[in-house]
Nanobody, 111 residues
């Protein structure tokens, strides 16, 4: 059974950085695109970034230039490096692939 497990969230001050990780089990990692989404309180879940099995990458305009998605095939893990964080980046961040969602990790940007 496919599972996605996120980690790396926490509390950070505006302008700070965090790196999220998504560990994938099962056979999806080298086949399906891996994506990050986020959901802020009272808002709908929104797409953040995606990386395909061949390394093609795309970002939402709201994070372009600040966030970097990458993957380590040897570790079946996808990362989201988040720099220059803003209070509006506060949300639960979810990993998604092959119709499977992780349980999410909380990111709070506050002084």
């Amino acid at each position: 059974q496919v599972q996605l497990v996120e980690s790396g969230g926490g509390l950070v001050q505006p302008g700070g950085s965090l790196r999220l990780s998504c560990a994938a089990s099962g056979s999806i990692f080298n086949i399906h695109p891996m994506g990050w989404y986020r959901q802020a309180p009272g808002k709908e879940r929104e797409w953040v970034a995606i990386i395909t099995s061949v390394g093609s990458i795309n970002y939402a305009d709201s994070v372009k230039g600040r966030f970097t998605i990458s993957r380590d095939s040897a570790k079946n893990t996808v990362y989201l490096q988040m720099n220059s964080l803003k209070p509006e980046d506060t949300a639960v961040y979810y990993c998604y692939s092959a119709n499977v969602w992780g349980r999410g990790t909380q990111v709070t940007v506050s002084s």
